[in-house]
Each structure stands twice: as C-alpha cells, then as structure tokens.
C-alpha cells in the first residue's frame, strides 16, 4: 500500500496550487482519504477528506472556502485545490487513508493506517 503526495512548491501570497496523491496497492473506491498539513514546531492538522464515493467531503475552518478536494478513483488519485493561499498554509502536506472515518473522526490522525510521504507547501513573497 503506497500514497504517493505531489505537486507542493514556493508560491506567493494569493496564488494556487494544486496537490495530488496516487495511491497503489489497494483500491482507491474503498478508502477515505484525508489531507492533513504539520507545519514546524505543529501538531499535523487535518485539513480536507473526502469519503470513499466521492460524495462527502469534509474541511477544517481554516481551509474552508479557499480549498476544495476531489477524487478520480478511475485514476487511483485525490486532489487538494488551493486557491487565495495564506502565508499560514505553509507546511508539509500529506494524505493518508482510512477504511472509514466520519464527520467526527475524518481529522483524528490515530484513524489513519496509511500515509504517503508528504510533499512541502511554502507560502512565502
């Protein structure tokens, strides 16, 4: 079982990113997956998840409104759109799966057996 995490860089201010994570070893359709955010010196912060069929996603008060996440299982890939990035978004990314997790549980880490290996976001002028 892999996640693979792409697509972070140095941006400035205002601008968009997209994030990717392709996953291997298992199917995508049975999994939620969630993207969670550590910036230094953080706690790794739950920041979106969508669930299994694509139809629930959940987002932290922090991101909501400004990122949006989506899957293409056909594809075996998520995607976290960033749009008006804050200097605050700045952290590693990573996404992680879950077998099942809801509007309770999405942002609780300890839910979370498999993690890809992050990929960094600098919001930086």
């Known amino acids: 079982v892999q996640l693979q995490a792409s697509g972070g860089g140095l941006v400035q201010p205002g601008v968009s990113l997209r994030l990717s994570c392709v996953v291997s070893g298992f199917s995508l359709g049975d999994y939620d997956i969630t993207w969670f955010r550590q910036a230094p010196g953080k706690e790794r912060e739950g920041v979106s998840c969508i669930r299994r069929d694509g139809g629930t996603s959940y987002y932290s008060d922090s991101v909501k409104g400004r990122f949006t996440v989506s899957r293409d299982n056909s594809q075996n890939t998520v995607y976290l759109q960033m749009d008006s990035l804050y200097r605050e978004d700045t952290a590693v990314y990573f996404c992680?799966?879950?077998?099942?997790?809801?509007?309770?549980?999405?942002?609780?880490?300890?839910?979370?057996?498999?993690w890809g290996q992050g990929t960094q976001v600098t919001v930086s002028s």
């Open positions: 992680a799966a879950a077998r099942s997790v809801n509007g309770g549980t999405w942002y609780l880490y300890r839910y979370y057996r498999h």
